[in-house]
């Protein structure tokens, strides 16, 4: 039996807005300093303090709490992603309130529209009105999908909506951490 895991992750090309972003800011500017409450522990391997804080501030920002997140580089892209896909992220639920963050490298801006498109997807779990198989089917609003990798990356409905909603999840963080 061949393992296909699909792969919850966040297209960078799709993200026009970020592209018009980085025009006007050139500079990778740093973030106001937050005192950050939380019960959510993020194990960050990346080596970048500031992926944790947006983080933090975005679990906050979307009501989640309790949660381990563990955080590394992105090495190579995931086998499932076709060809023409090129993932900056994608997040997978390891099990209940465990979320496992691959991520490339990334400057401030740039994670924070990544990063929310993830914890949109973290939201979709949580709820379960998303859960992923190890066989590549898919769980989505109770009805599965069973070969979720033969849908269009943008024809998925929870790439839909994590689309949908991650400007408004950015603007929250940037707000936060922007001041
Ligand atoms: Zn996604």
Do not use: C, T
């Given at each position: 039996m061949s393992m296909k895991a699909l792969t919850i992750g966040y297209l960078f090309m799709m993200a026009s807005s970020v592209w018009s972003c980085d025009i006007f800011r050139k500079k990778d500017q740093y973030f106001t300093p937050i005192e950050i409450s939380t019960t959510n522990t993020i194990l960050n391997y990346t080596?970048?303090?500031?992926l944790d804080t947006i983080i933090h501030v975005g679990l906050n920002e979307a009501n989640i709490h309790n949660v381990v997140i563990i955080l590394e580089n992105m090495k190579s892209q995931p086998k499932s992603t076709s060809e023409n896909l090129v993932?900056?992220?994608?997040?997978l639920e390891e099990r209940d309130n465990v979320f496992y963050i691959s991520i490339s490298d990334l400057n401030r801006y740039k994670s924070i529209s990544a990063l929310s498109h993830e914890i949109i997807h973290i939201q979709q779990y949580i709820s379960q009105r998303l859960q992923v198989n190890r066989d590549g089917s898919v769980i989505w609003e109770n009805g599965t999908i069973n070969n979720?990798?033969?849908?269009?990356?943008?024809?998925?409905?929870?790439e839909l909506e994590a689309f949908k909603n991650q400007n408004n999840m950015r603007d929250q963080i940037e707000n936060e951490l922007y001041k």
């Open positions: 080596g970048k303090s500031y993932l900056d992220a994608y997040v979720a990798n033969d849908i269009e990356y943008m024809d998925r409905p929870w």
